[in-house]
């Protein structure tokens, strides 16, 4: 049974996340019944990372297993036509069959997220649904430099939902920069894995620090304080992307 590696691309805005939710309108059961109206086969996929409603992605990884060698090509632009006709806004940017051995999932080595911001006084229009509009200044530099703390192998109960499923609240993030350009303000985070609402958590708690209502010393503080309480506001979905999933070559 041949498997594929699909590249994906969605505007999270319609969808109640990644995974699907009984008749709820989800980015899985986009692409699984693309596939079913493709080859008849039903079929369930295999996720990089599953994310949440609102958040979008421009390199989605996930796998799936289907009965008949088909060339990539084929797969990919017969996905396409199916989503387009259904008005979905997903795309399968590659399709390639890869080895059996290779899960989407557990094979990732490191996920990378990205979250805009759009600091400035006047609201967008054009793209509003894919940046958090911040009217307030914020002091980006500031921002990285309390972001350097959370770097590393932590318990990151502070920033993660209540609702989180995974076993346990440790984590190794690699990155957490902040950068500047303009009115565009840019996080960028990495790690092997990260928790429900980690990053969200991280930005909503860095625009404390960049607003002046927290010091560094204060986000440290709340890091090590291991409690869901002391997390900052969570910052709004449609800022954040998942940009990259890295795997062994």
């Known amino acids: 049974m041949p498997r594929y ?27 699984e019944t693309a596939i079913s109206r493709f ?15 609102g958040v979008h992605a421009v390199a989605q990884v996930a796998h799936v297993d289907l009965q008949k060698t088909w060339q990539g090509r084929k ?27 290779f899960d989407a999932r557990f094979s990732a080595l490191r996920r ?6 759009l600091n400035r006084s006047s609201p967008p ?23 350097q703390q959370l770097i590393g192998y932590h318990d990151f109960t502070t920033f993660r ?4 499923q995974a076993r346990s609240p440790f984590r190794t993030l690699d990155r957490l920069d902040v950068t500047r350009n303009g009115e565009w ?3 960028h985070a990495s790690a092997r894995s990260f928790l429900h609402n980690q990053i969200r958590s991280f930005v909503g708690s860095l625009a404390e620090v960049g607003w002046g209502r927290w010091s ?20 709004p979905p449609q800022g954040l992307y998942l940009i990259g999933v890295d795997y062994p070559i």
């Open 5 to 31: 590696k699909l590249t994906i691309e969605y505007d999270g805005t319609p969808y109640v996340g990644w995974q699907r939710q009984g008749q709820l309108p989800s980015v899985q059961a986009a692409i």
């Open 39 to 53: 080859c008849g086969e039903a079929v369930t996929i295999i996720t990089a990372g599953r994310t949440d409603a």
């Open 75 to 101: 797969v990919r632009d017969a996905l396409n036509a199916h989503l387009v006709q259904a008005g979905e806004v997903v795309s399968i940017l590659r399709a390639e069959e890869i080895e059996q051995s």
């Open 112 to 117: 990378h997220y990205c979250y805009r911001i």
């Open 125 to 147: 229009t054009i793209g509003a649904r894919y940046v958090w509009w911040a009217l307030r200044p914020l002091d980006a530099e500031k921002m990285h430099e309390a972001a």
């Open 161 to 164: 939902a209540a609702q989180c």
């Open 185 to 187: 303000i840019e996080i």
């Open 216 to 235: 560094s010393d204060d986000l440290e503080a709340a890091l090590e304080a291991r409690d869901r309480t002391r997390c900052g506001m969570v910052a």
